[in-house]
């Protein structure tokens, strides 16, 4: 390797480099975050990490699952001693199978530590032994030679900078010299300031290579198409408006500045304990994203190839091998082996989802973004055979598909589902699942120029055998949810705005602001739902309203963020709503009936009075039980704002197991991240209200250790604060002038 300025102290070169880069204004880029139209998706687009197993068998399942999904092309981890075990026997079949083999070329971690060490000569002479061996062997039937790994991640790969440079001069040479196509640094994650300075570097020694390499993750973003707001805050996160389209394009323009203007991404994907945090629906969602990852890589017009990471693991694979326990080095980095019983595989959604994406995609011609507002994704792709939009919103989000297309194009679409089943019934909502419309070839198909998503409206997409239904007629407009559209028009001919009528006297649950009432469930005998509609608007209660959506869609939505992240709630069934109703009031919601055996309530005002029992469950274990409930509800993201014990239901199972069931759930708040201590103990003062304070002393104990907390004065404070307002306005505010006009009358009677 010969010497220069950047060996002697490559960090100050790196340093330099960066600061030139940044006083440039290179980093800068308006309207990047918008994909530019024309581009072709290469037919190499779509790919996969794949590893051996010790089963040789696995190798068949390996390549007749890639096969299934259309996937030809993949990367394969080497390292030490591989060409001698499984991983050498799968690369072998694979090539012989005419896979394309991106062939990742890996120094193990303590070697590559040792790289500045008293052993660096030795340890330099044996990467250089593997490679010139790996090469020999293989070079010429791979399709790419990918050196480098996560060389961003010093604990991960091992590297310092001069360290890195070493090994790269080694594989660069033997690379070269044999005529071979090089790929990387392959820096992780979205860290422009590394590309900038290792290609700085690599472009001093005169040593870049054929293909930026670049692990495109978007997963802080939960959402690919969201800003990014680990850059300058949720907040803020529109300023830069740096989304996953403008990362591919940023590191583009990067390479293209440096000398390599081809970029890929060989590894990216979403772990699903992360995706659990919040959302528990967890193979659903990497399916999710994987379909809108893939979509918007390939609308940004700046990559290549952008490649899922491992076929098969269970903490981000593919498919499942049922093993839990991680290995010591992060896949990211070195996805070494299978190590699940072949048995125990298991196909996600995800692997569907990757496979439509592959049958429709790659080859196409890329059309553009169609809409303008954000929340909504309509993308266009055209081949010689067929158009094809791919259309989605963000989480929980829902457009009504009326509100986008005309009528006649909707009529000719095709329609497939995110993993690529025909839908036998047009969709009437495009929701966080992308499905594909698609049309005869010379078909001009545009969007209508309001489209967006619904405003105000949830919906849990990933309901088990259900589809939500939009409806809009006669001035009316709402979603049901049905098994089919069979039975959203069953119910549909019973709970029709305008066949639901006045309550029922003999039916009604509640009737002070709002009318609760129950009437007969039209798809099962006996079955009941509960109606709930706003009767009574005090003045200023009327003038605030008017700028939120109507009580029944805040009741659905709410309902539906609670079924997103699992907690209990009785299952929504239709909300429906006057369009341009000034009285407020002509508006319902509809859920199914939920028998409870008691309140939270009613069980606290038993403790209250002394009693250690209530229905059979002693004190502490109800408030243990009642604590795990909360802290998962808060930990999910969601501030109830109304979590009175009257809104907290309760069935008993056997052994006195307790579940809770939610209700009165128009007025949620809902974060994707959980809670601060602030918002909780806002929900938790309202809870225990009811509760004597020695067993609110218990009970906040419980809640605060699953925090890792100790219950505080400062905790305290705020539910004295709390109780003082709820006796104010008992004994001060409406309720105390009821009473005393109450009082008066018994006194002139």
């Not at 629906?281 to 899922?308: F, H, I, N």
């Not at 805040?554 to 992240?565: A, D, H, I, P, V």
């Not at 939920?594 to 004190?619: C, K, L, P, Q, W």
């Not at 809902?670 to 218990?698: M, W, Y």
């Amino acid at each position: 390797m010969s010497s220069s300025p950047n060996q002697a102290n490559p960090a100050r070169r790196f340093a330099t480099a960066l600061l030139a880069y940044v006083l440039r204004g290179g980093f800068s880029f308006p309207g990047g975050h918008r994909p530019p139209a024309g581009h072709m998706v290469a037919e190499s687009f779509a790919g996969v990490g794949v590893a051996a197993s010790l089963d040789p068998a696995a190798d068949d399942y390996v390549m007749d699952r890639l096969r299934e999904t259309g996937i030809c092309h993949v990367r394969l981890d080497f390292t030490y001693g591989d060409a001698a075990g499984p991983a050498g026997r799968l690369l072998e079949r694979l090539l012989a199978a005419d896979f394309r083999v991106t062939l990742h070329l890996l120094q193990p971690f303590e070697q590559a530590r040792k790289l500045e060490s008293a052993e660096a000569t030795e340890v330099r002479q044996e990467w250089q032994r593997f490679v010139v061996a790996t090469l020999d062997r293989y070079g010429d039937r791979a399709d790419i030679i990918e050196v480098g790994s996560t060389v961003n991640r010093r604990r991960w790969a091992g590297y310092t900078l001069a360290g890195f440079l070493s090994m790269w001069d080694i594989a660069w040479q033997e690379v070269r010299a044999r005529g071979l196509t090089l790929a990387g640094p392959s820096v992780t994650d979205f860290e422009p300031p590394w590309s900038v300075g290792l290609l700085a570097l690599l472009r001093d020694q005169g040593q870049l290579p054929d293909l930026h390499a670049d692990n495109l993750f978007s997963e802080r973003s939960t959402e690919p198409e969201r800003f990014d707001q680990k850059i300058l805050g949720l907040r803020l996160a529109w300023l830069p408006r740096i989304n996953l389209v403008k990362k591919a394009r940023l590191l583009q323009r990067i390479g293209v500045d440096f000398g390599v203007p081809r970029l890929i991404s060989p590894a990216a994907f979403w772990t699903l304990p992360r995706i659990e945090r919040l959302l528990p629906d967890s193979e659903e969602k990497q399916a999710d994203y994987l379909a809108r990852y893939l979509v918007l890589c390939a609308a940004s017009g700046a990559l290549e190839r952008a490649w899922w990471g491992p076929l098969i693991c269970h903490r981000e694979g593919l498919i499942d091998d049922g093993v839990v326990q991680y290995p010591a080095l992060e896949r990211i980095t070195h996805y070494a082996s299978v190590t699940g019983a072949l048995a125990d595989f298991r196909v996600r959604p995800a692997l569907q989802a990757l496979r439509a994406f592959a049958e429709r995609i790659p080859g196409c011609r890329y059309a553009g973004r169609l809409n303008v507002g954000e929340g909504l994704e309509v993308h266009a792709f055209r081949s010689a055979t067929q158009l094809i939009h791919a259309v989605w919103t963000i989480n929980g989000r829902a457009a009504a598909m009326m509100d986008i297309y005309q009528d006649a194009d909707l009529e000719a679409a095709d329609y497939c589902s995110r993993d690529g089943e025909p839908l036998s019934e047009a969709p009437t909502l495009a929701s966080e699942a992308p499905i594909y419309l698609s049309w005869a070839p010379d078909r001009q198909v545009g969007i209508k120029s309001g489209a967006v998503v619904l405003k105000g409206l949830v919906i849990h997409r990933h309901i088990p055998g259900k589809t939500h239904f939009y409806f809009r007629e006669n001035g009316w407009q709402g979603v049901l949810l049905a098994r089919n559209a069979a039975e959203a028009r069953l119910l549909l001919q019973h709970i029709h705005p305008e066949r639901i009528g006045a309550p029922p006297r003999d039916a009604i649950l509640r009737h002070a602001r709002n009318a609760v009432w129950t009437i007969a469930d039209p798809r099962a005998e006996g079955a009941k739902l509960v109606v709930k509609q706003p009767v009574k608007m005090h003045l200023h209660k009327k003038f605030l309203d008017g700028f939120k959506p109507s009580k029944g869609l805040r009741s659905w939505s709410g309902s539906s963020e609670l079924l997103r992240r699992h907690v209990g709630v009785a299952p929504p069934v239709a909300y429906f709503e006057k369009a341009g109703d000034d009285t407020l009031t002509q508006n319902y919601y509809l859920c199914e009936y939920v028998s409870a055996d008691f309140a939270v309530r009613e069980m606290f005002a038993a403790y209250a009075r002394g009693e250690t029992f209530f229905h059979g469950v002693n004190e502490a274990d109800a408030y243990r039980q009642l604590s795990d409930f909360l802290h998962v509800l808060h930990g999910r993201g969601i501030r109830f704002r109304d979590l009175s014990g009257g809104n907290i239901l309760i069935r008993q199972g056997a052994d006195n197991e307790l579940s809770f069931y939610l209700i009165d759930t128009g007025r949620i708040h809902a974060f994707n991240r959980p809670l601060t201590i602030g918002s909780r103990l806002s929900d938790l003062v309202r809870a225990c209200n009811k509760l004597h304070q020695q067993g609110r002393e218990q009970f906040m104990q419980m809640y605060m250790a699953r925090l890792g907390e100790r219950f505080r004065w400062a905790h305290r404070l705020r539910f004295a604060t709390y109780d003082m307002k709820v006796s104010l306005k008992r004994n001060v505010g409406r309720q105390g002038f009821k009473r005393l006009v109450k009082h008066l009358r018994q006194r002139e009677g």
